[in-house]
């Protein structure tokens, strides 16, 4: 599942990959990042666990919010 939205992976974190939200500028690159990154995962057989090391998103979403903000 590729979204630009975590919450249209929530139920499957592991199987999702995050992206950026498409901007329209002409520097936007993140169709490349995601080009080279889904190339590099291809020899993989389990997504879920390269995706897990890669974007820690059920570590972010079993951790307590005060891990993850900052108070000035």
Do not use: C
């Not at 993989?44 to 919010?65: C, G, M, V, Y």
């Amino acid at each position: 599942i590729i979204d630009n939205h975590i919450w249209s992976f929530a139920a499957n974190l592991s199987n999702g990959i995050p992206v950026v939200d498409f901007i329209g500028k002409s520097n936007d690159n993140e169709l490349i990042k995601l080009m080279k990154y889904v190339h590099s995962i291809a020899q993989f057989d389990n997504l879920r666990e390269i995706n897990e090391a890669t974007f820690s998103l059920q570590k972010i979403t079993d951790s307590p919010i005060e891990t993850f903000i900052q108070y000035y």
